[in-house]
């Protein structure tokens, strides 16, 4: 069963969580004066309308009609899902919905964020956009988003990554972006790194480093981020404003789930949501899935942190494990990373938001089972989501509950099947964190 | 622009092109008499129903309730876009739509046709299919057809592809099929052809023969083909049904285009409207397009001959380079087949579609600027629908017409990145075929 949407239904605008949040955002600190940043700051690093947007109060702000079309183009609205043959495989009396966001072009839910980004940075006249990536997912849907917007888009990438994920990079490169390996020599934070070690895999952190002092040297560039902020946040919930219109067409959901890495994805499915438990108006359950390997929510604490290993971004207050804090190297690369977005970590603080972990070993187990029952090869990020479904269904039909559930499908996992290959061959590693930093007071 | 399709207008037949023909077709002949092959004969390797189709003089075929159901859990009916960037980057007047079989979970329009032969096969209690694949496009989607409706699933794959594209592989063992390297010591013809060379890198022809030969061996199971038959091209005119609803939301096409290999994705799309120009109630352009390594329309012959090159198979009347031509390794690996389908060569004998040649350079420029416009990375092979169709649209600035185009995008390219790696790198080589043998008296 699959619904669709028809025009009118179609969102024109975001969803912006913050005049509803339970309490207020502790502001971002200046990483060199630990006081509040000054908007300035920021506004050398971001387009403007996105610092706008990170501090707005407007509930609901437009979609530009631009941003709409291109939408359109990639892919929105994305199809809704029920997964009627998992039901009967698992058979559960819960009825199981998925959003697919691997419907759209790049392959995943980044591009609706990417868009929005490259559409303000244009209009305001930039014309470079610098980024980083770790598994690929943004560095994509950036390069797509600069060729069909008209700017020209770098992209650093971890190095390991480049060398041993090279199509993500081919992906970028026939989008017509600029790839390089990172630490690369082209900034300072990379041949740092690079002379302690000429091989230096690299990582999201470091990154993020060369990108932001990549930017500062270049008047006509802006810094893009795919994940954590605000803004981002907000433009990922098209998702769940067209999800909610879809399943009201048969129901309302009982459970709503997506993974978390950084938050995008499943405040862009969740968020819409939330806004009526918070305003009292439906008693919706929130589960928020990570990996066990970078277990934020679950085991992190929540402090003011950097964004990067680099300590050049402003710090925030999230659940963190430490910005020094190494992800170990589980296939689920979105999920690879040591903070969570400030608006979710209220949200978990409050209660509202649940969160859950599972190992890369028991989630390629559900992803494999979903892949026969729906078809969808799925991202082994959304695969984290899937398992936490599929054990919510299996208690359904323990308890002989009717339960509604629905969950973000954020990916598809064509450019993950290595990943899948060690999964059916046996070589899949699970990781016990032993050494996270803020448990170990080492930050 | 994308335009979905309102329940309603979902279509619930195929279209059987066979008794609009404009001449009838020669019969198949059994390879060991020359006679008219005996339908005996043919129930002992396709599943009966399929038999029947294949013959078949109802226009319109029903397609069956749980059918139709499947084909909305893989994605269908699939979006119809109007490519404007690309429009735009050309600066021409032409409108160019496209149809993108790409959204099905496989990736491609295989699927349409594998649900209905697995389906069939079920309902005749047949428990296992076998088939072969190349670049692994059909293999892929048997392997989920199978999964979807319950039957087991072998798939014999061309030992260079097994070993060098190991992916496709893990996606058919991820839907639970079993994938032999061919020529494999499981059949008499893999052995023969392992004993001359141990480390033989295969062939579609042997793979071919393979999946026979093993069909033949064991009574519950049945041979599945995914191109060429009248059975299989009826099954893909729900591509042509839908786009036809889709695009007379905005206008009528004048061009319709698909790129050929055995010709299921061309007929799929063109078949529904070509009804329309055998009647004489509209006059469409149809182009079918070829690579210049296989040019099976623009320089084959039309006569009996094999579909694989072990002689299994029953000799139909064909546009054929001869079974024995090796066709080179061209990236478009579902386009490297020496025969067409019976009815698309009596088309192309009739002019009523026109055929054309691409070397695969040109073509993965076109694909390159393509996917830089709409976003869309296409498959090698569903690229050479796109560079006619940028060819067509680029006259058409020239002599300042306001044209109409509708191309099939047959399939995704996200596991073909290697190829665009090649090109992106200059590495891309081109082939001028020298040796075909229906040219050369070699058959």
Redesign the interface.
């Known amino acids: ?2 619904a ?1 949407l028809p025009d009118e239904k179609i969102p024109k605008f975001w969803y912006n969580i913050l005049p509803d949040l339970p309490e207020p955002l502790e502001p971002p600190l200046d990483p060199e004066t630990e006081k509040p940043i000054e908007p300035e700051k920021l506004l050398r690093i971001f387009a403007e309308e996105l610092v706008k947007q990170e501090m707005s109060r407007e509930r609901y702000v437009e979609i530009p009609r631009e941003v709409r079309e291109l939408y ?4 929105r609205p994305t ?1 809704l ?1 029920r997964a ?2 998992l039901e009967k495989r698992l058979r559960t009396p819960a009825r199981i919905y998925f959003k697919y966001e691997g ?1 759209t ?3 995943s839910h980044k591009i609706n964020t990417a868009l929005a980004q490259a559409y303000y940075a244009k209009k305001q006249g930039i014309e470079r956009l610098v980024t980083e990536t770790g598994a690929g997912q943004w560095g994509t849907a950036l390069s ?1 988003a600069g ?2 917007i008209g700017l020209r888009v770098r992209v650093y990438m971890a190095r390991a990554s480049y060398q041993q994920k ?2 993500r990079r ?2 970028m ?4 972006a600029e790839v390089f390996p990172s630490p690369s020599d082209r900034t300072e934070v990379g041949r740092r790194f690079l002379a302690e070690d000429p091989s230096h895999p690299g990582g999201l952190g470091i990154a993020i480093s060369e990108a932001i002092e990549d930017v500062l040297k270049d008047e006509n560039a802006r810094y893009s981020l795919g994940s954590v902020l605000n803004h981002v946040l907000m433009h990922q919930t098209v998702i769940g404003l067209e999800a909610k219109e879809q399943i009201r067409e048969f129901e309302e959901p009982d459970v709503i789930i997506g993974c978390v890495g950084g938050g995008s994805n499943f405040a862009g499915l969740a968020y819409p949501f939330v806004k009526d438990v918070l305003k009292g108006k439906e008693e919706y359950e929130f589960i928020a899935v990570e990996p066990k390997a970078a277990p934020t929510m679950t085991s992190g604490v929540y402090a003011y942190d950097y964004g990067d290993s680099g300590r050049l971004t402003p710090k925030m207050k999230m659940h963190t494990l430490g910005h020094t804090y190494y992800v170990p190297p589980i296939h689920a690369g979105g999920l690879r990373y040591h903070g969570l977005a400030p608006t979710l970590s209220v949200l978990v603080n409050h209660g509202i938001v649940k969160p859950v972990a599972y190992h890369q070993t028991e989630v390629f187990d559900a992803a ?1 089972l979903f ?7 799925p991202a082994p990020e959304s695969a984290h989501a899937i398992k936490a479904a599929i054990d919510i269904a299996l208690r359904a039909k323990e308890q002989e509950e009717e339960k509604v559930i629905l969950f973000n499908l954020s990916g598809h996992g ?2 993950d ?2 990943g ?2 060690d999964f ?1 061959e046996g070589r899949l590693e699970d990781y016990e964190p032993k050494e996270i930093p803020v448990l170990n007071g080492l930050f």
């Open positions: 069963m699959k669709v359109a183009k990639i892919g199809p899902f009627t043959n419907a072009v790049t392959g797509l060729a069909l090279p199509y081919v992906l490169n026939i989008y017509g494999t892949a026969k029952a729906e078809g969808i090869v064509l450019l099947l290595k899948y290959e059916l």
